[in-house]
């Protein structure tokens, strides 16, 4: 089970921990507010504490989370010293809320991962992205219809496109097939999928369909 650490425990940051904790995550979850740890208690590892102090966020354990969101915006300079803090400790994904391009840009160069905008990235879309094991990246292109990189559905792996039905199979249409390169250093190669283009095991298959759909899927 993944172990993600939220700083912050705004709207943002809450709601992103209350969704991550349905999905069956383990969250551990730190802010100033005492208020707000007890109540996000009942559904989190909650910690009340300053988490611009570096040895803080290590007492607390966020250096073994799997990932970090630091859901910190309004305080820019508190946004930025966390995430130099997670990195510092060894986080090997950091992600960070932030508030304008320019925020992002600075976060971005001290160590950020990756860099949401609130304003475009709501918390349940982030917290579905975190957690489900199939959905390894996720975009939603317009109202209800979306496009993500998943792993192959177990019961189609070996079979063609067009044995597998995939389309009626899943609701969904495969842009590209990510495949992995015979030389483990060198990125994936890109497959324009074919009706007797194979699926294997280790492919990520690029899809286009209803959010809804994609869910169901995952």
């Known amino acids: 089970m993944k172990r993600i650490g939220i700083v912050g425990a705004g709207r943002f940051g809450m709601s992103l921990a209350e969704s991550l904790a349905n999905a069956g995550t383990e969250v551990l979850l730190i802010d100033r507010n005492r208020p707000a740890m007890q109540n996000a208690s009942e559904f989190a590892t909650a910690l009340q504490g300053d988490a611009t ?34 990195k510092e400790l060894g986080v090997p994904n950091v992600v960070a809320k932030a508030t304008s391009e320019l925020h992002g840009k600075i976060l971005r ?26 959905v390894i990246d996720f975009l939603e292109i317009s109202d209800g219809y979306s496009i993500a990189e998943i792993d192959v559905p177990e019961p ?18 495969v842009l590209c097939i990510r495949r992995a390169d015979g030389d483990p250093m060198k990125p994936r190669k890109i497959v324009i999928p074919q009706a007797d283009s194979a699926l294997q095991p280790d492919d990520k298959l690029i899809v286009f369909g209803e959010t809804r759909k994609l869910d169901e899927l995952s």
Do not use: W
């Open 53 to 86: 102090q570096p040895h803080v966020l290590e007492e607390a354990g966020f250096g073994e989370c799997d990932l970090v969101v630091v859901a910190i915006g309004s305080n820019i300079e508190a946004s930025m010293m966390v995430t130099a803090n997670c």
């Open 109 to 134: 160069r001290i160590g950020a991962d990756t860099v949401v905008y609130p304003d475009r990235d709501s918390a349940h879309r982030l917290a579905r992205a975190i957690a489900n094991h199939d």
């Open 156 to 173: 189609l792996r070996g079979k063609t496109l067009a044995e597998a039905n995939f389309r009626n199979a899943t609701g969904m249409t």
